[in-house]
């Protein structure tokens, strides 16, 4: 039977990081991963150049049923402890928009320094490795059996990720192994994932995809001041994923292509400078040609500015600035970001990510039913539970 003090499942963000800290305090640690690379989801996010974390990190940026469970490691190891990680091994980066850093290279640099502080802490990590029966042997020590045998350890800490992007690796292993411990497991469901359209809808939205615009999106109470992005099947663009992780099946969202504007106010001054416009060119000076051309065939109002009256334009400026859509669905876990719901944090301390009926057992990362808005946001909380756990194991 082989060793170790800790194992964790899932080379990802939160594992890796979990295994560095444990591994810098001694600890033997293995972290087995059935992928042949780890931190495949780092590679791919942020378009490459990954979104490491977010400079406005506040637990109302978090969604689960009880957010403020994540304020402890969110507190503990914060965006500034990770920029400090990201500095000291010379990768450069930058804020885009909303306080959202990204590497100026590639995601791969921060792979790559999760990597080298793995060496340097001797962490052993077994890649392209099954994971089989997970079971506590009569010491209460927990044994994996995996593709290279069966290893044994006092801690075993469940790092697996959600179930978006199955291709990637995304397996449900964590949920199955908390439910197997007796851990509750919240309801799981994609987020920061487009939205689908019936037909009757995307016979004249699909015409507009590849056209994006800054616009508002509201779901509820809920509101995102971002891009908007028509694509062929429906909606996408970070205003739409934003909103996706608030809406449920059979509600409608609000879109307003032109947020901060009066814009019937602006038809009307339009109007005055210059009546002989046509409808769709005023549009077209607040929103792409496509979509202006779309508000005017909407509307039915194919003549010039003069001609159209006070209540028709209240009437557009509503159309531009109020629809209501009914999404039919979601693109599902094949494109979503991360996976809402997870193992209920009420099952866990919150200063450890330990179970509170299993000594020895951690959830951190993605598995956890915390989950962040878009902006780097699921990246810190990978960092700050993986952060604690490894100090506590
Ligand atoms: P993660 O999913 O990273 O790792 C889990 C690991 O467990 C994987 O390596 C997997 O192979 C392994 N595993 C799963 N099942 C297994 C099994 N049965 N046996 C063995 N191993 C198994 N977030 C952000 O903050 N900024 C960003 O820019 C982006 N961008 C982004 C883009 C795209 C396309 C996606 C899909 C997601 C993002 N995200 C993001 C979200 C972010 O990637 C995600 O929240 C973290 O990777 C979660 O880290 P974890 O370590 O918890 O899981």
Redesign the pocket.
């Known amino acids: 039977m082989q060793e170790a003090d800790i194992i964790i499942?899932?080379?990802?963000?939160?594992?890796m990081f979990a295994a560095i800290e444990a591994g810098r305090r001694g600890r033997r640690v293995v972290v087995?991963?059935?992928?042949k690379a780890a931190g495949?989801?780092?590679r791919?996010?942020?378009g490459g150049r990954?979104?490491f974390t977010n400079t406005g990190i506040a637990v109302d940026r978090f969604l689960g049923r009880n957010p403020r469970f994540a304020l402890s490691a969110l507190r503990r190891f914060t965006a500034q402890d990770f920029i400090a990680r990201v500095d000291a091994a010379g990768i450069a980066w930058h804020e885009k928009t909303l306080g959202q850093l990204f590497c100026d290279g590639s995601s791969k640099e921060i792979i790559a320094l999760l990597l080298n502080d793995l060496r340097r802490a001797g962490v052993d990590l077994w890649l392209s490795c099954t994971?089989g029966e997970v079971r506590r042997d009569g010491g209460g020590r927990f044994v994996v059996e995996t593709g290279r045998g069966p290893l044994r350890a006092g801690a075993l800490m469940v790092?697996?990720?959600?179930k978006?992007?199955p291709k990637m690796?995304?397996?449900g292993?964590g949920y199955r192994l908390a439910e197997q411990f007796g851990l509750p497991v919240t309801e799981t469901r994609p987020a920061l994932v487009p939205f689908t359209f019936a037909e009757q809808e995307l016979a004249w939205m699909a015409p507009l995809a590849g056209v994006a615009v800054p616009g508002r999106v509201g779901c509820g109470k809920t509101r995102f001041d971002e891009a908007i992005l028509f694509t062929h099947r429906g909606l996408s663009g970070p205003a739409v994923l934003q909103i996706s992780s608030y809406w449920r099946e059979g509600e409608a969202i609000q879109v307003n292509l032109a947020p901060g504007q009066d814009v019937t106010n602006f038809l009307a001054a339009e109007k005055k400078a210059n009546g002989r416009m046509a409808l769709r060119t005023a549009l077209g000076k607040l929103l792409p040609e496509k979509l202006a051309r779309l508000v005017e065939a909407q509307a039915g109002v194919d003549k010039p500015l003069a001609e159209i009256g006070k209540p028709q334009l209240d009437e557009i400026g509503r159309r531009v600035t109020e629809w209501s859509l009914r999404p039919v669905g979601t693109e599902g876990y094949r494109t979503a970001?991360?996976t809402l719901g997870g193992v209920d944090t009420d099952a866990l301390d919150a200063r450890t990510m330990e179970a509170k009926g299993v000594p020895g057992l951690y959830f951190i990362?993605?598995?956890v039913d915390i989950t962040?808005w878009l902006g780097?946001?699921?990246?810190q909380w990978?960092w700050s539970s993986g952060w604690v756990a490894g100090q506590a194991a």
């Open positions: 499942l899932g080379a990802g963000a939160a594992g087995i991963d059935h992928a495949e989801k780092i791919i996010s942020g990954c979104n994971v790092a697996t990720g959600g978006s992007i690796g995304a397996t292993l970001e991360v990362g993605e598995v962040g780097g946001y699921n990246f990978a």
